[in-house]
């Protein structure tokens, strides 16, 4: 019979990919979910633009303008849509510099701390504009599953994904974060 | 002057990007690598309590919290100024080591090999982790095992894989038993295996890899790292070495607690990753590199025996230093040897399961600094707290920031090999961007940047005319 395996994409917005090292640490799961799923995108893939897909994983939160327009790109482009971990879902520590201004938040590190000041990295064209305020992914988009967790421990993202592969709505009860 | 803007498909995953200026004859005058992604920690940790650092600065990266937990731990300790039993010493050179080997683990196999096994020109759709479980499972299967292995001995160690809260000011949360070390034991011999295994492939790779070895980034520059009282390799405490590319002792004996007296940071609007020089030098003559080929440049030996062969062999591939970006892959391994070696040690040493595991003090000093040898290199905490302890002020001199003109100089060299005049920049051949890409990769860049954010990395190429228009060319 032929099954054609569902699209499974992982992404990373603002973060500091500890999520996606818990995907990993999945181990040798990894190479079972491989045969599951069609892993189509992910940092650790060679593919440059996010494809259509069937389940996305979204690590992080949405702190500059290229993680804005990326979240849309993704939302639009993705059947079900999963906030990975505490940046996603509440914006946690990426979201910490929300409490000073984005100028205070520049100066101490690129004026203050330093020796040489050649420039502050702003808006030169390359480097992407910073939020006024560090988003969650649902201030963006809509979010279809939370999976909470700094990080997400390794069980619970395999259980998670495999309710989900077997057509279940996932509770993200039982082996929580934390366990 | 026209300025014209492509803009790339908006792709995330990538947090850096490249640019490259091209001369009338459209021939590469010079490349630049920016990175992109900024979260503000020095700014955000401010009135907080300083017990809370290690949690929170665990959180500036996924893939070697258990370093920033250390150095934070470390600021700590000095700021209660209070010296630590050995139980925890010993405790946080296992877990450091742990740490060491598997982000190695992840970026040798997991990142780089798809580029060494099935080349830098496979199919870009192939080159990654999967494709390479399709040519060589079991290949794959031991390199996870390898992660693994060192993310077990920080789970068993310290509680959780990712962001253990273990460690903090004083000492170690939680004591190690006995029980505990047999598991342990049980991974030392397919560890050591799985590595050598990995040192023979490399090794034998090396001659079809010639080109790359050359001009990915073969370039002299001073080297920075730690070293023990022997001159040995260490990544908990030591003193700092300093070496040039002819492998002259340009400084030793360094205080790392006292960094800012030799090492600064520059500011460039071009890039949220600032520029560390050493300060004698200048900037930006005193540029430095650090991590696996800087520790095995400035280190003498290794200090357990096949380490110490592997880099025997290793030194002679440099007259003093070896400059070839592309042997960090090799350093890599050779560190890998080591750290199981040292697991393995320390698995016999009775300190690590004393009782006494943490020093009690009140605050006592305003100001604290605390390093380590992270995966990527030379990793500074510099803490200022008001006398209720609360933060003012941190500073912190991350492992692949250091790196940052080494990977400029290594993209620079690689686009100028690779990028060949005439080309109107619509034609570049993929396997000739992932060399650019490769470049970067040999660093492993951390953070923004790591995830093989890089096999994914930015790829945006701009590249700018004489005249200064730009264009931007998206990889597919």
Same mark, same amino acid.
């Given at each position: 019979?032929?099954?054609?395996?569902?699209?499974?994409?992982?992404?990373?917005?603002?973060?500091?990919?500890?999520?996606?090292?818990?995907?990993?640490?999945?181990?040798?799961?990894?190479?079972?979910?491989?045969?599951?799923?069609?892993?189509?995108?992910?940092?650790?893939?060679?593919?440059?633009?996010?494809?259509?897909?069937?389940?996305?994983?979204?690590?992080?939160?949405?702190?500059?303008?290229?993680?804005?327009?990326?979240?849309?790109?993704?939302?639009?482009?993705?059947?079900?849509?999963?906030?990975?971990?505490?940046?996603?879902?509440?914006?946690?520590?990426?979201?910490?510099?929300?409490?000073?201004?984005?100028?205070?938040?520049?100066?101490?590190?690129?004026?203050?701390?330093?020796?040489?000041?050649?420039?502050?990295?702003?808006?030169?064209?390359?480097?992407?504009?910073?939020?006024?305020?560090?988003?969650?992914?649902?201030?963006?988009?809509?979010?279809?599953?939370?999976?909470?967790?700094?990080?997400?421990?390794?069980?619970?993202?395999?259980?998670?994904?495999?309710?989900?592969?077997?057509?279940?709505?996932?509770?993200?009860?039982?082996?929580?974060?934390?366990? | 002057?026209?300025?014209?803007?492509?803009?790339?498909?908006?792709?995330?995953?990538?947090?850096?990007?490249?640019?490259?200026?091209?001369?009338?004859?459209?021939?590469?005058?010079?490349?630049?690598?920016?990175?992109?992604?900024?979260?503000?920690?020095?700014?955000?940790?401010?009135?907080?309590?300083?017990?809370?650092?290690?949690?929170?600065?665990?959180?500036?990266?996924?893939?070697?919290?258990?370093?920033?937990?250390?150095?934070?731990?470390?600021?700590?300790?000095?700021?209660?100024?209070?010296?630590?039993?050995?139980?925890?010493?010993?405790?946080?050179?296992?877990?450091?080591?742990?740490?060491?080997?598997?982000?190695?683990?992840?970026?040798?196999?997991?990142?780089?090999?798809?580029?060494?096994?099935?080349?830098?020109?496979?199919?870009?759709?192939?080159?990654?982790?999967?494709?390479?479980?399709?040519?060589?499972?079991?290949?794959?299967?031991?390199?996870?095992?390898?992660?693994?292995?060192?993310?077990?001995?920080?789970?068993?160690?310290?509680?959780?894989?990712?962001?253990?809260?273990?460690?903090?000011?004083?000492?170690?949360?939680?004591?190690?038993?006995?029980?505990?070390?047999?598991?342990?034991?049980?991974?030392? $011999?397919?560890?050591?295996?799985?590595?050598?295994?990995?040192?023979?492939?490399?090794?034998?790779?090396?001659?079809?890899?010639?080109?790359?070895?050359?001009?990915?980034?073969?370039?002299?520059?001073?080297?920075?790292?730690?070293?023990?009282?022997?001159?040995?390799?260490?990544?908990?405490?030591?003193?700092?070495?300093?070496?040039?590319?002819?492998?002259?002792?340009?400084?030793?004996?360094?205080?790392?607690?006292?960094?800012?007296?030799?090492?600064?940071?520059?500011?460039?609007?071009?890039?949220?990753?600032?520029?560390?020089?050493?300060? $004698?030098?200048?900037?930006?003559?005193?540029?430095?590199?650090?991590?696996?080929?800087?520790?095995?440049?400035?280190?003498?030996?290794?200090?357990? $025996?096949?380490?110490?062969?592997?880099?025997?062999?290793?030194?002679?591939?440099?007259?003093?230093?070896?400059?070839?970006?592309?042997?960090?892959?090799?350093?890599?391994?050779?560190?890998?040897?080591?750290?199981?070696?040292?697991?393995?040690?320390?698995?016999?040493?009775?300190?690590?399961?004393?009782?006494?595991?943490?020093?009690?003090?009140?605050?006592?000093?305003?100001?604290?600094?605390?390093?380590?040898?992270?995966?990527?290199?030379?990793?500074?905490?510099?803490?200022?707290?008001?006398?209720?302890?609360?933060?003012?002020?941190?500073?912190?001199?991350?492992?692949?920031?250091?790196?940052?003109?080494?990977?400029?100089?290594?993209?620079?060299?690689?686009?100028?090999?690779?990028?060949?005049?005439?080309?109107?920049?619509?034609?570049?051949?993929?396997?000739?961007?992932?060399?650019?890409?490769?470049?970067?990769?040999?660093?492993? $860049?951390?953070?923004?940047?790591?995830?093989?954010?890089?096999?994914?990395?930015?790829?945006?190429?701009?590249?700018?005319?004489?005249?200064?228009?730009?264009?931007?060319?998206?990889?597919?």
């Amino acid at each position: 019979m032929d099954h054609v395996k569902p699209k499974f994409a992982t992404a990373w917005l603002g973060g500091c990919s500890g999520c996606h090292m818990s995907f990993l640490d999945l181990d040798e799961r990894l190479i079972d979910l491989a045969g599951l799923v069609d892993i189509c995108y992910s940092p650790i893939l060679d593919v440059k633009e996010f494809p259509e897909v069937d389940i996305v994983l979204v690590e992080g939160a949405v702190a500059n303008e290229d993680h804005l327009k990326e979240i849309r790109r993704i939302r639009q482009r993705s059947k079900v849509l999963i906030a990975f971990g505490d940046c996603a879902v509440t914006g946690n520590v990426t979201a910490m510099r929300n409490l000073f201004s984005i100028e205070d938040v520049l100066n101490r590190a690129y004026r203050e701390n330093s020796l040489v000041v050649s420039g502050v990295p702003l808006e030169n064209g390359i480097i992407p504009k910073l939020l006024d305020r560090v988003l969650r992914i649902q201030d963006v988009v809509t979010v279809d599953h939370f999976l909470p967790g700094c990080p997400p421990s390794p069980d619970a993202i395999h259980d998670f994904v495999v309710e989900l592969l077997a057509g279940n709505t996932p509770t993200a009860q039982g082996r929580k974060f934390g366990s | 002057m026209t300025r014209i803007l492509i803009q790339p498909v908006t792709r995330i995953e990538g947090h850096a990007k490249i640019s490259i200026q091209l001369d009338q004859s459209g021939a590469v005058q010079s490349a630049k690598f920016h990175v992109v992604e900024f979260r503000g920690f020095e700014k955000l940790c401010e009135g907080r309590p300083f017990q809370e650092m290690p949690g929170l600065m665990s959180r500036v990266c996924g893939i070697c919290p258990v370093s920033h937990v250390l150095a934070s731990s470390k600021a700590g300790d000095m700021l209660l100024d209070v010296a630590i039993p050995p139980a925890a010493i010993k405790q946080r050179r296992l877990m450091n080591y742990a740490q060491v080997l598997q982000s190695h683990a992840l970026s040798f196999f997991h990142l780089s090999s798809p580029d060494l096994l099935l080349g830098m020109d496979a199919p870009a759709a192939d080159r990654n982790i999967f494709g390479l479980i399709k040519r060589d499972e079991s290949f794959v299967r031991r390199g996870i095992r390898l992660r693994q292995f060192g993310q077990r001995v920080i789970e068993v160690v310290g509680g959780k894989r990712i962001h253990p809260g273990w460690s903090g000011p004083g000492g170690v949360h939680q004591r190690f038993t006995t029980e505990r070390r047999d598991e342990i034991l049980g991974w030392i $011999p397919e560890a050591t295996g799985s590595v050598l295994m990995a040192l023979d492939r490399l090794k034998g790779l090396l001659d079809s890899f010639a080109v790359e070895v050359e001009h990915l980034g073969n370039f002299p520059s001073l080297f920075l790292g730690t070293v023990n009282e022997d001159g040995q390799l260490e990544y908990y405490d030591g003193t700092i070495r300093i070496v040039d590319g002819r492998g002259n002792a340009i400084a030793e004996g360094l205080d790392p607690k006292r960094y800012f007296t030799y090492l600064g940071e520059a500011s460039e609007d071009d890039s949220f990753m600032k520029y560390p020089f050493y300060q $004698p030098f200048g900037y930006p003559q005193g540029h430095y590199r650090v991590g696996p080929l800087a520790r095995l440049n400035v280190a003498k030996s290794a200090g357990t $025996p096949q380490a110490d062969r592997e880099m025997r062999e290793f030194k002679q591939r440099g007259n003093g230093t070896v400059c070839a970006s592309f042997h960090y892959h090799l350093a890599r391994l050779i560190e890998m040897l080591h750290c199981v070696e040292r697991i393995d040690e320390l698995m016999a040493d009775a300190e690590l399961f004393g009782e006494n595991i943490k020093a009690k003090a009140s605050l006592n000093r305003r100001e604290g600094v605390g390093s380590c040898e992270a995966p990527r290199g030379t990793l500074f905490h510099h803490y200022w707290v008001d006398g209720e302890g609360r933060m003012t002020n941190a500073n912190l001199l991350i492992a692949t920031a250091q790196n940052k003109q080494g990977m400029n100089l290594a993209v620079d060299q690689a686009a100028r090999h690779f990028l060949k005049p005439g080309l109107n920049g619509d034609g570049f051949a993929d396997g000739m961007l992932n060399r650019l890409e490769a470049a970067i990769r040999c660093y492993d $860049p951390c953070l923004s940047c790591s995830t093989h954010a890089l096999g994914q990395m930015p790829l945006v190429v701009e590249l700018i005319g004489e005249d200064g228009t730009r264009r931007q060319i998206v990889r597919e």
